[in-house]
DNA sequence: AAAGATTGAACTGTCAATCTTG
DNA sequence: CAAGATTGACAGTTCAATCTTT
């Protein structure tokens, strides 16, 4: 295991990290700063908005995204007492929570989206060619099949369908 | 600023970021797991060890990694409560403060650097061609410069001169 | 007053423990 | 006991306030 990385690899490791990191904190600020939510109160919001009966379970919420059960339990709940959405009881299954955007949350999620893509036009897309849409892509293809290896259903066949050509 | 985002061009974010997370997430447990010590924890041990003196001042520090003078503040009083860092006064300008390497800290550096090279190069490098690799570097040159605009000065060249040609 | 750094409060995310229902 | 979710304790990060030295 002793086999270290070049120089060159290390450079383009640091310089990989660094632009994902800047990427993360520009779209964080900016979404913070213009439309009053954090980039994790967006994407529930969206996660809710993309649910067609604008209802869904704690549970499928956290699979959607990826989220440990207590992270999802956890920013539910702040959400709520901000007002940007709601829990109530399921009938049919007592253990269940479904959550739904409150109206405060729909208006946040309608002013933040053209913020948002606005956001990662300027900062991701802008600067990249073509050439590097496609290469992006599929490196990033790459990268998750080989960590999937059997988890993650799904999330990156969506990818395979939709590329750029 | 209403120009949305096309589903290839959301599929394509959506696949950066979550690649991203990946390979952090990856990247911080099996250097938890393995060493016992956080990614952060790995940065300022390395940093520390960049510095030919092994002591460095903890503005300094923070200029190399970018991080906020609090933050630096805060994670070296932890690592120092576990032994893996010093802290003592300067001499001569008696508002800065020296940070060193403890002997744990060098020994889980030793310990630290094989497990984290060896994740990149599984995790990042190995799924990609040498053309992924050159085109990954482009794009985060290109990226990193415009997000740059005058700041975060060099980080970007030392990219340019160790580019896989 | 400005520079270098520390501190405390508030917030996010993780892990393990817990509670309730099936 | 297993599944769905909540809770509490803890580490990491940011912001503003503070303290000391220049």
């Given at each position: 295991m002793p086999e270290l990385l070049t120089e060159q690899e290390q450079a383009l490791w640091r310089a990989f990290?660094?632009?994902?990191?800047?990427?993360?904190?520009?779209?964080?600020?900016r979404?913070?700063?213009e439309a009053g939510i954090s980039v994790p109160d967006f994407e529930?919001?969206?996660?809710?908005?993309n649910t067609g009966s604008g209802q869904v379970r704690a549970g499928e919420l956290g699979a959607m995204l990826s989220w440990e059960k207590s992270r999802i339990s956890h920013h539910v709940a702040r959400m709520e007492t901000r007002g940007l959405v709601e829990r109530t009881?399921?009938?049919?299954d007592l253990r269940g929570r479904w959550v739904?955007?409150?109206?405060?949350?729909?208006?946040?999620?309608?002013?933040?989206?053209?913020?948002?893509?606005?956001?990662v036009r300027r900062s991701f897309f802008a600067p990249l060619s073509r050439a590097d849409e496609t290469a992006l892509g599929?490196?990033?293809m790459r990268i998750?099949?080989?960590?999937?290896a059997g988890e993650c259903q799904g999330q990156v066949e969506q990818l395979g369908g939709a590329m750029p050509a």
């Open positions: 990290a660094m632009m994902s990191r800047r990427l993360a904190a520009a779209l964080e600020s979404l913070q700063r529930i919001l969206q996660a809710l908005r009881s399921c009938e049919d739904t955007a409150a109206p405060a949350g729909r208006e946040a999620l309608e002013r933040a989206t053209p913020i948002y893509h606005d956001e599929s490196a990033a998750l099949d080989a960590s999937d």
